[in-house]
Each structure stands twice: as C-alpha cells, then as structure tokens.
C-alpha cells in the first residue's frame, strides 16, 4: 500500500528513547534470512482484503471523522501528522522485540512518528501509560497489546477514543470479546483489532491438528502465559472438552524462565502420567519444558506448542516437538502501523482481521510447523 506522506525518520530515536532497552535495529539477533523474511512480510501485509464491517472515515475541511461504532466519533486534524503510541506488554522476550520491530520498521518505511511504551507486563503501569499519552495530546493514535481485557476495557474504548485517539488493539481482544469460537473481538470505539495467534479460530485449528495426533484418553497438561490473558481461553475450553482430550493439569506462568521451570516439574510431580504437554510458547518456553524432560528421562512424553520461533524450529528438527503453530508477530506489528496510516490517509479500515495481515486475507488458520516442512520455514523472531 503506498501512503503519500513526507518521511520523518524520527521513529527510531523515539522510539529507543521510550523502551530505554531495545528493540532498535537488529536487537534480538535476527539472521539475514529473519531479516529477510521480515523485508518480505513489510511489502506483503494483505489485511486491505479483509472481508466485513468497516471503520470508515469523512472530511470537511481540515477534519478527519471515524465512525468507530461508539456513541461519538473520533475525530482528528488531517493536517497533523500521524503519530501513534504503541502501548506495549513489555519487552522481555523476543515475540515481543519482533512486534516491536515491525511496528518501527513500517513507521519508517511510511513516515510516521512511533513511540513505544514498555508497560512491563503490568496492567497498572499500561493504564497509567495510556493516561499519560492522553493527557499530553502529543498523539492521534494508540496501538496496544492489552494486559487486561477487562480492566482496561474502559480506558481504551472510551477514554482514549473520547480523547480523539485512534485505537488499533492486537492479538488480545478488549472488554471480554472473543474469547468464544465464532465471536467478534472487535470493540465498539476503536478502530479496528488484529486477531492473529489471539483468535479463537487459531486455537480451534490448532486443537484440530492435536485431535489427530493424540488419543482422547491420553493425559494432557498445559503450560500456559498469565491467568489473566483472556484470548487463551478457547485454547484451554477445548482441551477441556472430554470427547476429545484428557486435559489433566493447567499451569500458568508469565513467561519468564524460572516461572515455566517451576510450572513443569510441579506439574510433572503431580501427574507423572502426562504423555503429552501442550504449551502456549513464547521464545524458550519449549525449550525449557524438553530440557525438563530429558533431566527426568521422559522421552515419551511429547511437546506440541504455539510459536514457531528459532526454538521451535530447533525442538521439531530434534523430534522433541510434535508441532508448531507460528506466530508472526514482527508482522502484526507493521500491520497495526499501516492501519493506522490509511485511516490518517481517509481509507476506510476492517473493524477485525482473524489472521496475522498475511496471506491469504482473514484466513485465521495457522500455519503449523513439523518435520514435513521444517527445513524451509524461516520464523519471524
């Protein structure tokens, strides 16, 4: 999609300046061919196709009007430039520093100012963030990785649109939406929301690959991200239907190394039966879990995970992972910047996109990583 637009190549120290960490450049150690399929997935983003209601956009004059399903419209000046708050989870593994990256990259390729803010995998701290970002009116658009569904319901579906921000919410859905199969995770005042590896259909697909892969009489376990992290919870009702699986045991954990460490062997001390483990992975969460069980010596037990990153890619070739469904989160994070673009650009937008802006448009099905493919998937992150 071309955007007319003069460049202002300010994004990168913005952004810099905002995280005080990370995800400028090649930060996460990226290989030419990531980099490569990066550069690829800038200039191929299709989320344009997606079928559905609109967010559309009116002008008069200078004004820029967005019906975005609320009592009030948003409305911004055309002649401001674009600039848009990334409130961001945090920073703390590579899934998120290729979001990051993509959301850098497309605001440098289309010229827009983009600031990051890290909230540090608190819902607190991202709410007192967005707070900021309103009441300094130094932005006109908000794209946001949410920590809490419904506590943060409020503060981006009202306040911010109240405040004349455009919102774009990715993989985890506002106010409680699309945590069931066929639901829309779209939420009135904003503009348009990026299901990708968040939606429903992605679990059910990724359920239906498993259902062929185990017998229902198997025990299962899951490890997972935090409780609160409602777009999982398909995931984890479907794995509770007893039709089909034998779910035993639900740990969850905030990602980190010493918290998934702990979630497996308590939850390998508790039901020594399990023969397949199921888990929700962001970079090294698998990684983790197999080095568990070759200490226990249990190489009949089984991984199967969602993530299709370098680890995974590594697990599958090794045999430890059954399969992958991929994220591609350096992907989502150009495609919520050029979302935004075109709206600035009085396009109008989908109110919701099931996949992650890839081909083919609104497909939510993922693509599933294992040995038949392995060698020539090249992972975002």
Known sequence: MTHTRLKRLSVSLTACAALALSACGNSNGASAETEKQQSDALDGLV??????????????????????GASSAVKITRSEPLSIAFLQQGTVNDYLKAENKGAQDAARKLGVKLTIFDAQLTPATQLAQLQNVITSGKYNAVMAMVMDSNGECKAFTHDAPAANLLVVSMIQPLCGNGTTLGSDAWSAGTLSHIGGDGDPSFWGALTGRLESEVSKDTPIGLVSGPESTINFKPLIELLQDKSKFNLVDVKYT?????????????????HPEIKHIVSISTPNMSTIIASVLRQQGKKDVKIYDAGGDTNSVDLVKKGELGFSAAYFPYTIGACAVQIL???????????LILNDCRKPANKPAPFVLDRSNVNSFIPEY
Do not use: C, E
């Open 254 to 270: 905030d990602y980190s190394s010493n918290k998934v460490l702990a979630a497996t062997q308590n939850m390998l001390l508790a």
């Open 47 to 68: 989320w344009a196709q997606a079928p559905g209601a609109q967010s559309t956009a009116t002008t008069k004059g200078d004004a820029i009007t967005f019906d975005v």
């Open 341 to 351: 673009a075109a709206a600035h650009d009085v396009k109008s937008v989908p109110r």
